[in-house]
């Protein structure tokens, strides 16, 4: 396949450090676009060949800043969003454990049978963000791919890329604005950066 430039958008008027937010739209904060700013620095000297992004504003906006510097546009994925989270989109975890106790006992537990009352199961969400993955054969080995997405969608991706167990995707941690890297093989993808934020500081 090929180089994978993995993005998670910045953060949010809505503070999405600590509110769960999955498919509602919400807008990046102004520390949100300087996040995406300070990116679009880190990644100037990248060949950077196409830059794919989830259609929710926070992603697809951040990819633009990116690509802006590239001249690139930006083919937008509607199976890169965030898992809907149903009735508990906008809860933090605190809010989560208070109403819905059976959900966030689940959630505690990892568990594949966790499912998003009104939204999403785990099952679900991980079959829609596969549906992503024929896009990356279409491309060779020698191109650096950008993809602006969520830390739900990416850790999914991950688990994907790299053959593991799709439960495991909680054990990777994505900060808001992070970069991951990942170079793909046809034996099997290799990680080459996690979770970077070292342009933020």
């Not at 000297?45 to 259609?55: A, G, M």
């Not at 099952?123 to 060779?140: A, D, I």
């Not at 850790?155 to 941690?173: A, D, K, N, T, V």
Request: proline share 4%; aromatic share 6%; net charge neutral.
């Amino acid at each position: 396949m090929a180089r994978l430039l993995l993005v998670r958008h910045g953060d949010t008027e809505l503070n999405s450090s600590e509110r769960y937010w999955g498919n509602t739209d919400v807008r990046l904060s102004e520390a949100g676009l300087s996040q995406a700013e300070r990116l679009r620095d880190r990644l100037a000297v990248e060949k950077i060949n196409i830059v794919y992004s989830s259609d929710l504003k926070r992603a697809s906006v951040t990819a633009e800043t990116i690509a802006s510097r590239h001249n690139l546009g930006v083919i937008t994925c509607p199976e890169l969003r965030e898992i809907n989270f149903g009735e508990l989109e906008g809860l933090t975890f605190r809010e989560i454990i208070e109403r819905y106790p059976r959900v966030a006992r689940l959630w505690m537990q990892r568990s594949p049978k966790l499912k998003c009352p009104g939204g999403e199961s785990l099952v679900e969400f991980s079959h829609r963000v596969s549906q992503f993955l024929p896009r990356l054969k279409n491309h060779t080995p020698e191109e650096t791919i950008l993809i602006v997405a969520h830390s739900g969608s990416l850790r999914s991706l991950l688990c994907y890329l790299m053959g593991i167990e799709s439960e495991r995707r909680w054990q990777f941690r994505l900060d808001l604005a992070s970069l991951t890297i990942l170079d793909t093989y046809p034996p099997g993808a290799i990680l080459s950066l996690l979770n970077d934020i070292s342009h933020l500081k």
